[in-house]
Structure formats: C-alpha cells, structure tokens
C-alpha cells in the first residue's frame, strides 16, 4: 500500500453528502485540501452497508483531507441525528460519541470569526500547512463553514475549538497571518 493514502469507511447513506449536490462537496474538499479523494463504487466485504474513501497525495493533504471528510460527515451526521436518532450508529470513524459533544455549538469553548473568501487559501496556505500549525500552535481545532452564509457573501465562518485563552491565540495567530498576507499582496502588486 501507498504510505500517502488512507482509507476511511463510510456508511452508504454517507456517500451522497461526501459527494454534495453535483459534485459541489467533495471538488471542495479536494480542492482545499490538495489530495485526491475517490469513494469506491462497490460495498466493502465485511459490510454491504458501507463504501471505501481513498484518499491520495502528499502526506500533509491526506492528512488535512480526512480531517476535513470527517468534519464534514459529522456535521451531517448532527444535521441527521436531530432528525433520526438511531442513525448516527453507522459511521465508523472513530470517536464520533466525542465529536458529537465537540461539535455542538453549546460547547462553552467554540468561537467564531469571519473571514473573507479571498484570504481562506492564504489561511490554509499550501496542503494545509498554515492552517495545521496555527491549529497545532495554539492548541484549538480549526474549521472552516462552507455551508452557513456569513454576514456577507465575500466571506467565511471560521470556527475555533478549545478554551477560550487558546481560541484568543489561535484568533491572534489567524489575523496575523492575514495581514502578512494582505501586505505581501500589496507589496506584489505595487512592483
């Protein structure tokens, strides 16, 4: 096997949400995350209810694209379990018990900034690298909404997980690296 690949399972019902209205959801995901992202046509062996996710590409995509397949399966899981309870068994990525608590906005140590559209490349920055050592740096768990429309259309909800001194560092951390950002943009376009 590839060392830069991984597998995730997924639930059959799943594949539809990964996959997104035309295709939408996961050119996203391989597009913010830089690594290839194929769900197999045909069921597992041990399962006949789930499909294989292989994804492919340098270490640090493949990394950053499970992250972010998983996000996105658990949201909709949060989004489906409010509606039938008894679906959110038949996922099976790990921990999802945890990241149901996590997820839920009640959690005292989520955060919320915005950011515009433009800057969310320079955020993630190449492979996700910028992204993972904010995140790392500061000890929060970085996500980034691509469905819920922010207070204007040219920007994104970003969302910080952790205590509320770690979301003050990671939310410092972010703007700094915008600003640096902005200015070597400005500084580009004036040579």
């Known amino acids: 096997t590839n060392p830069n690949a ?14 997104g209205k035309n295709g939408e959801t996961i050119k996203d995901l391989k597009k913010e995350s830089g690594a290839r992202i194929d769900i197999s046509k045909d069921a597992t062996t041990e399962n006949p209810d789930e499909r294989l996710v292989h994804i492919t590409g340098p270490p640090e995509c493949v990394e950053f694209a499970k992250k972010m397949v998983e996000e996105t399966l ?16 038949k996922l099976s990525i790990e921990d999802t018990s945890e990241r149901r608590v996590s997820s ?6 989520q955060t919320s900034m ?22 790392r740096d500061s000890g929060v768990r970085i996500e980034i909404n691509k469905d819920e429309p922010a207070s204007s259309p040219d920007k994104r909800i970003v969302y910080l997980y952790g205590s509320p001194e770690a979301c003050d560092r990671a939310r410092d951390m972010i703007q700094d690296t915008l600003s640096r950002s902005r200015e070597n943009r400005r500084d580009r376009s004036r040579s």
């Open 74 to 89: 658990s949201r909709a899981r949060e989004r489906q379990g409010l509606d039938d309870p008894g679906s959110t068994t």
């Open 114 to 135: 915005e950011v515009l559209h433009e800057l969310i490349g320079m955020l993630i920055g190449k492979g996700g690298e910028t992204i993972n050592s904010i995140s």
């Open 6 to 19: 991984c597998v995730v399972k997924i639930s059959h019902e799943l594949v539809g949400i990964l996959i």
């Open 104 to 109: 839920s906005s009640s959690k005292p140590g």
